[in-house]
């Protein structure tokens, strides 16, 4: 009877230290984020660690840029080692909710659609749209959204850019793509005349190929304040969210500023 009670006692201790895990993920010390890690100046992939690059998890290259740069605050705050887990765009909110990563940092703005999925923290970047275009062409001087009537436009894919394209009267709207260095080749050999981004990748287009041009709009296109922010994309309920706003905080539009203009200066030269 004796080692009956025992095996029980035993097998009840097992069963409360399991249970007592489920539901719970285990800190391991790390800060997790999704990105991409190909839409400069927000993130980009590198060869090595200069200008403050982290190494991608699982590989040989490093992820730098404005959103690498903002989340080593983060984990600093958090007091966590920054591990970067680089994502396709459209699997980083199922790697969110997945709990594959803990984080969203990725240029992603905080819509109303993807609100119903993750939550998101405070802004940590503001950006008003523009088109990027071929330096020469026709719409290089263009003043509205209206003067690419009858122009073929993209956006990348599942991003409220693409939405946008309709404001336009008698756009030629393209296939959305994956990503923008799809888009720079499609806008490079003429398949596209211009795309939808936001200006700090816009600069970014510039400064890597000097046959694309930013516009900028005296009449541009109608947005909300979430749909032109950038925020860090969290799962429901989570409690990082009260910590990462605290560091959010702590990071002025000046320093914001500044943080993105060495981003811009520091990308690679790939067109």
Not at 145 to 167: E, M, P, R, S
């Amino acid at each position: 009877m004796k080692k009956r009670l025992g095996l029980l006692l035993a097998v009840s201790l097992v069963l409360a230290v399991l249970l007592s895990g489920c539901g719970k993920k285990a800190d391991d010390g790390t800060f997790k984020i999704g990105l991409e890690c190909g839409y400069a100046p927000f993130n980009w992939t590198q060869l090595d660690d200069s200008n403050g690059a982290v190494k991608i998890d699982g590989n040989a290259e490093y992820a730098g840029g404005y959103d690498i740069e903002i989340a080593k605050k983060i984990a600093a705050g958090l007091g966590k080692k920054l591990v970067v887990v680089k994502t396709e765009w459209d699997g980083l909110v199922p790697a969110l909710t997945s709990g594959k990563i803990d984080a969203i940092i990725a240029g992603m703005s905080p819509t109303a659609e993807r609100k119903k999925t993750i939550d998101f923290t405070n802004n940590y970047y503001k950006s008003n749209l523009v088109m990027v275009v071929k330096k020469g062409s026709f719409f290089e001087n263009a003043k509205s959204i209206q003067d690419f009537k009858g122009a073929k436009i993209t956006a990348q894919l599942n991003t409220f850019h693409y939405t946008v394209i309709d404001q336009i009267d008698g756009v030629n709207k393209q296939s959305a793509m994956d990503n923008f260095p799809a888009m720079r080749v499609a806008l490079e050999s003429g398949m596209i005349d211009g795309y939808v981004s936001e200006r700090p990748e816009g600069v970014s287009a510039e400064t890597a190929n000097p046959n694309f041009k930013m516009v900028e709009f005296e009449t541009g296109f109608t947005t909300s304040d979430d749909d032109t922010a950038i925020a860090v994309g969290i799962a429901k309920g989570s409690p990082l969210k009260e910590q990462i706003n605290k560091v959010l905080d702590g990071i002025s539009l000046d320093e914001q500023t500044k943080i993105m203009d060495a981003a811009i200066k520091n990308q690679p030269a790939v067109k």
